[in-house]
């Protein structure tokens, strides 16, 4: 009975782990889109300077 409650323990923790990663994971590659969306406005915006 212990054994049961040990193995649904870890498969809870590691589900907990898996999911701050994947929540990780997605947060920096919106920062990265965010940071590549600012780049091209910024072109734009001297581009339309340079006119």
Do not use: C, P
């Not at 929540?23 to 734009?44: A, G, W």
């Amino acid at each position: 009975m212990f054994l049961y409650i040990f193995l649904i323990a870890l498969v809870v923790v590691s589900f907990g782990y898996l999911l701050i990663d994947l929540i990780k994971r997605v947060k920096s590659y919106f920062k990265k889109q965010e940071e590549q969306l600012d780049k091209i406005i910024e072109l734009l915006q001297n581009k339309d300077q340079n006119i």
